[in-house]
């Protein structure tokens, strides 16, 4: 054979290859685009799909929004040349889901947070999360361990409200300085450990180290390449997480240790407990919690309750200073609570806050602090006809369902009195907790932290709308405002009289 004859050969195969490469792929888009065609699609561009509507994160949640209410509540959603996912914001199909929820998992995206959370309550699935979240529900739930907490939740109001009084009668961006109080709430009870975060008095290595782990969560899930093991493993951000865990590791393993100690020396039991003695009073299947155990369980309650909650008071005090007529509502509110009593909080005067529950829970649906939560499901199904095959990705879009007007009217108004009846709310549409049996375990410890915050700053300023200012929501691990959250603060009071109130000085 002579070269030319080579260069034939050559040719003619590349041109094969290149026609069966044309085809296979062909084929492999003809399949994917038609798989779940019975559920409706948003226009998109062939291979990549959907990607170009989330390029702008600032609308990726209006624009899904809106998809949502023009096809039905429930869209196929592609992302590059792969199998669809489903988008999900209706409460038929929601209820479809909860009725079948053994059958429903997290998605592959939570692994990318199990160096950090491990096989927490958050990330893990079947029979380990269900004795688990059992044992925790029955220790964590109760009252009586929630009073307990009131305490922690007072003193740091009350060291938050010194940290604010630097700002008096100036413009001030929230978010920074309650994300302090925040982790302060929840490092102390969880571990009964005082970090003391708000005033800067103590080394603040394991703060930064919850940070560090937060955002590289987030990278990992919005880099295609940091998705995967084997390129994350060369990149900055894994060195940066191994780091960030040798710290908490090390801080956690003291802190048991330590708490280990102090409960073999002291018999008395009347002590207010932390989320720690909880978990080290559990037994599942006649056996207590390993370290390894109790480690996942402390960071998902701090990786819960930490940047959520401190998100959800600054967007109430933003909306409290953009509604004039709300903020003296619930000043009036406060006042008569605290008329005749002492200005300590407890249980049952939290109980009482009516109308800032409302205000809180409205914050809670205008802005979905967690956006969506991802789903698989294991096993096919039947849904009216439409088969969903076993590892199918879906997620649940929490603020599709808050802002579509089928179910809150005119859902861009900020609208207290929607909670006004308790039975108007529809479980399957109000989800900020997110949806049994799935909901999260410390919905009722972050109401209670909220209200207390929120009773403490209201009854000490005025909050005043920066007229100028404003926000710019983006969804990351949680709802994030790239501009911050700002407002101007003013104090009430000239001074403090013994019941907590005094002469306003407006």
């Known amino acids: 054979m002579n070269f030319l004859e080579f260069l034939d050969h050559l040719y003619f195969f590349a041109t094969l290859a290149l026609y069966l490469f ?6 492999y888009l003809c399949v994917i685009y038609t798989h779940l065609n019975a559920f409706p699609t948003p226009p998109f561009i062939p291979i990549i799909g959907h ?39 209706n409460k038929e199909f929601l209820e479809f889901l909860c009725i079948n929820n053994k059958y429903v998992c997290k998605s592959k995206f939570y692994d990318l947070i199990k160096p950090w959370l491990g096989e927490g309550l958050i990330t893990s699935d079947g029979e380990k ?76 290595e394991y703060a930064e180290s919850v940070e560090t782990l937060c955002e590289v969560g987030l990278n990992r899930m ?37 708490k280990q100690q102090k409960r073999s020396k ?66 009036n509110e406060q ?51 439409i088969k969903l095959p076993a590892m199918l990705n879906f997620s649940i879009f929490i603020h599709g369902f808050h802002h579509n007007p089928q179910y809150y009217p005119n859902p861009e108004i900020f609208d207290p009195e929607r909670f006004a009846n308790s039975k108007n709310i529809d479980k399957m549409t109000y989800l900020p907790f997110g949806v049994q049996p799935r909901q999260c375990l410390g919905k009722n410890f972050s109401m209670l932290e909220m209200k207390c915050a929120l009773s403490k700053i209201i009854r000490t300023y005025e909050i005043i709308n920066i007229a100028e200012h404003q926000l710019e ?14 407002v101007k603060i003013r104090k009430r009071y000239k001074k403090v009289s013994k019941l907590g109130l005094n002469k306003t000085t407006e």
């Open 22 to 27: 044309i085809v296979l792929s062909a084929g």
């Open 51 to 89: 990607v170009l509507d989330y390029t702008d994160s600032s609308t990726a949640l209006t624009k899904l929004t809106n998809n949502l209410i023009k096809y039905g509540g429930v869209i196929r959603q592609y992302i590059g040349p792969r199998k669809p996912s489903l988008v999900v914001a």
């Open 129 to 204: 999360w269900k004795s688990r979240r059992k044992a925790l529900t029955a220790k964590f739930t109760q009252s009586e361990t929630l009073k307990g907490f009131i305490e922690v939740f007072e003193n740091k109001s009350n060291t938050l409200i010194t940290v604010l009084d630097d700002f008096h009668n100036k413009n001030i961006n929230l978010h920074p300085i309650l994300k302090r109080f925040t982790f302060d709430v929840i490092c102390e009870t969880a571990m009964g450990i005082s970090f003391n975060a708000q005033t800067k008095n103590t080394n603040t």
């Open 222 to 258: 919005t880099s295609f390449f940091k998705y995967f093991d084997v390129f994350y493993q060369y990149t900055d951000d894994c060195i940066k997480e191994k780091q960030a865990l040798a710290v908490i590791d090390a801080t956690l393993e003291k802190i048991i240790k330590l």
């Open 266 to 331: 002291s018999k008395c039991d009347t002590d207010r407990k932390d989320f720690l003695d909880l978990l080290m009073d559990i037994e599942i299947d006649a056996r207590p919690l390993s370290h390894s155990d109790i480690r996942e369980e402390i960071n998902t309650f701090i990786f819960a309750g930490y940047d959520t909650s401190s998100t959800a008071i600054c967007l109430a005090l933003y909306e409290i200073g953009k509604n004039s007529d709300i903020q003296k509502k619930l000043l």
């Open 335 to 385: 006042q008569q609570l605290f008329k005749k009593e002492s200005p300590q909080i407890d249980y049952e005067v939290l109980q009482q806050m009516v109308y800032l529950d409302m205000v809180i829970k409205e914050t809670l649906r205008l802005y979905s602090i967690v956006p969506s939560v991802g789903k698989r499901i294991t096993k096919d199904l039947q849904y009216c006809n």
């Open 473 to 486: 929501i983006k969804p990351k691990l949680v709802l994030f405002s790239i501009s911050g959250i700002w």
